[in-house]
């Protein structure tokens, strides 16, 4: 009678034209031997089915079938089979022999439970895995068992990349890159899902999907297993601990759990997407493995805002200073260089304080009062012309002038070289609200309290008045292309406009309540819109179809404002504070205070790294506009006095220049300085 394939006497035997040396491994689905072969130079690996899985037969044609899809694939990330026999008494596979290290024995040398990387390495490694399972996924094929004993990794991380090990000698061979990856297992998914192979090993149920207790697979079952790899590879440790099967399902399917448990330890752009990737329902995951890695590098880029970024203290580890571009650099493709002191912890929020709503700085910023902030802004110029409230500016797109929009019923160009208005613009027979330069920079748009809207060319010739709305025209902004603009009243509608007929395009009454803002992304697709409702919708700027409610204002909402890269959203209102908004999520990143002063006006540096509001005066008369550092928000990096209640804040093409309106009539020119924050 022939040995059962668990006999470890079967090391030393020959299985075709395979001599067996000796176990590599034993799993779920058989064990797998190291194999010589005379007609193949290279290391081998060979699996022999468990009896009870050799039994399934048509599943075992699966595998064939797999297989010669996986190796006509030739994806690096891929381990090949190189041969199926399923026909004999001991069915089984030969692949390469991978030389690499599994994640399992790596993560065994270190402190139990405790693998973070560099965000650099983490994504790095999350990439590679979405590009081998998208590749997967596209031949309608899915894995099944991703867990760390089956990512392997080849040229590890030198020591200065290893989780949470600064002292630990680099071992010989390795290299200065973090190591590419490859899934072990490629080909077994129907065969896993067939007997429901869940928790059968001790990291198995923790990276499975709910799904899978009930033998359910399919691509959505990939990307959960991802997500909690890369929960490990970012923050140090899995989202569950471990449990029994019952336990740890109970725990997936109430994930509510999790994210408690997480708050204040995870930035929440990075939080949100891994949460959403980890839902109990599959159609409430990501599309694809591509989008959920889309969505993930976004997050970590919110949480690894430009130079100097924080990274919050967790368990006993001290605070230290990152670099945006060291980190993430073309798509984190490479690594680079992180500076003398080595990065040994896992990404953790930039912020003290955690929670999203939370008003970062509101305690410290009593502690340390605007006069004794440094401000690096000097004023070089007052413009002085308009005879009533200054509530809108914008600059030309080349940055060679300035317009404004004033209660006189007048908008005004300006040279801001020189201070001197080069002409006024007449029609409007009330306030004129708000006002926008065309990116083309050959028109500018006007909105105002007459009920309606004008286009005006460059020479501030009237071109088209847009009528239609009943009650004031508060907000104005143009497409990308220059070819539509986009309107928000009193009346409570949005209307789109073609600028070149002045026909409307769509009319949406969204709002028994006036609308007061409206700003479009700049790859034209969102339109965000603020009112009286203390709401910002985010609605499809085609269609005007609703994409999003964000809540959270205390008070009317009077400024919307899209990042230059069009992933963060700015709203700031009566409330007098500033919130920010991860825009792909729909989420808030934060909540920060201007000392209760009403904030009318909101815009972003061209670089994104900074954004400005505009803040009411005080009892003395004096305004602020008050500038925000993205990777340091506990406070204001400057607050910029103002003579006058500043009402409208644009920063010029180049970053150069901080142009702030005021209610006297005057528009104050701040020059930033080289060294300002």
């Known amino acids: 009678m022939a040995r059962s394939p668990e006999s470890l006497g079967l090391t030393g035997e020959a299985l075709h034209a395979y001599q067996l040396e000796g176990q590599l491994g034993v799993g779920p689905i058989g064990r797998v031997y190291s194999v010589s072969s005379p007609a193949v130079p290279h290391p081998l690996a060979l699996k022999i089915l468990h009896p009870q899985v050799a039994a399934w037969r048509e599943v075992l044609a699966s595998i064939t079938h797999a297989a010669e899809i996986v190796a006509k694939l030739g994806h690096p990330g891929l381990s090949p089979i190189l041969q199926t026999e399923m026909t004999g ?163 997936k399917m109430e994930l509510e759990f999790v994210e408690r448990s997480w708050a204040g330890r995870a930035h929440p752009a990075v939080l949100a997407v891994l949460l959403r990737a980890l839902r109990p329902e599959p159609q409430a995951r990501f599309p694809s493995v591509r989008d959920f890695y889309a969505a993930l590098l976004d997050g970590v880029e919110r949480a690894t805002l430009d130079d100097g970024v924080r990274v919050v203290e967790q368990l006993r580890e001290p605070r230290v200073e990152v670099g945006r571009r060291q980190l993430l650099v073309a798509g984190v493709a490479a690594i680079c260089a992180v500076g003398a002191t080595p990065l040994v912890r896992p990404l953790l929020l930039h912020l003290d304080a955690a929670a999203a709503n939370a008003d970062f700085g509101a305690t410290t910023q009593s502690a340390v009062g605007p006069e004794t902030l440094p401000t690096s802004y000097r004023q070089s110029a007052v413009l002085r012309g308009h005879t009533g409230v200054i509530d809108a500016l914008d600059w030309a797109p080349d940055g060679s002038r300035l317009i404004s929009a004033s209660s006189d019923r007048t908008l005004r160009f300006w040279m801001p070289q020189t201070g001197r208005s080069t002409g006024t613009l007449l029609g409007h027979s009330n306030y004129v609200n708000d006002v926008a330069w065309a990116p083309n920079g050959q028109q500018v748009a006007s909105a105002s309290s007459d009920a309606t809207a004008r286009i005006w060319d460059a020479t501030g010739t009237m071109l088209r008045v847009l009528q239609g709305h009943t009650g004031d025209v508060f907000g104005v902004a143009w497409y990308p292309d220059s070819a539509k603009v986009v309107t928000v009243s009193a009346d409570g509608s949005l209307r789109i406009w073609d600028a070149a007929t002045g026909k409307p395009l769509r009319v949406l009454t969204m709002s028994s309540q006036a609308l007061r803002s409206v700003a479009v992304s700049p790859d034209g697709r969102l339109l965000a819109v603020a009112g009286q409702e203390k709401l910002v919708w985010l609605r499809n700027a085609s269609t005007g179809e609703l994409v999003a409610e964000l809540a959270g204002s205390q008070s009317e909402v009077r400024a919307v404002a899209f990042a230059p890269n069009g992933d963060l959203l700015a709203t700031a209102g009566l409330d007098g504070r500033l919130r920010l908004w991860n825009v792909l999520l729909k989420s808030p990143l934060g909540v920060f205070p201007s000392q209760g002063r009403v904030l009318r006006s909101v815009a972003w540096s061209p670089d994104g790294s900074l954004v400005a509001v505009a803040a009411d005066s005080d009892s003395s008369g004096v305004g602020q506009a008050v500038v925000w550092r993205l990777s340091a928000l506990q406070l204001p990096s400057a607050v910029v006095p103002v003579n006058g209640a500043a009402r409208a804040v644009r920063w010029s093409p180049n970053g150069g220049l901080l142009a702030v309106g005021t209610a006297h009539g005057t528009i104050q020119m701040f020059e930033r300085s080289a060294t300002s924050s």
């Open 89 to 251: 008494e001991r069915p089984f596979v030969v692949m390469p022999r991978d030389s690499g290290e599994s994640f399992a024995s790596r993560w065994s040398r270190g402190a139990a439970a405790d693998h973070a990387y560099t965000p650099i390495v983490a994504l790095r490694y999350v990439e590679e895995v979405a590009q081998a399972l998208d590749t997967l996924h596209a031949a309608e094929l899915f894995h099944g068992n991703i867990k760390p004993s089956n990512v392997r990794i080849h040229q590890p991380p030198p020591a200065s990349l290893h989780p949470r090990h600064p002292a630990q000698a680099t071992p010989a061979g390795e290299t200065d890159t973090p190591g590419v990856l490859r899934l072990a297992d490629s080909v077994y998914g129907r065969l896993v899902a067939a007997h429901r192979l869940v928790g059968r090993h001790a990291d198995a149920g923790v990276y499975a999907a709910p799904e899978q207790f009930d033998g359910t697979l399919d691509p959505q079952t990939d990307q959960y297993a991802l997500a909690v790899l890369a929960w490990v590879w970012l923050l140090g440790r899995t989202p569950f601990p471990p449990r029994s099967s019952a336990a740890l399902l109970e725990q």
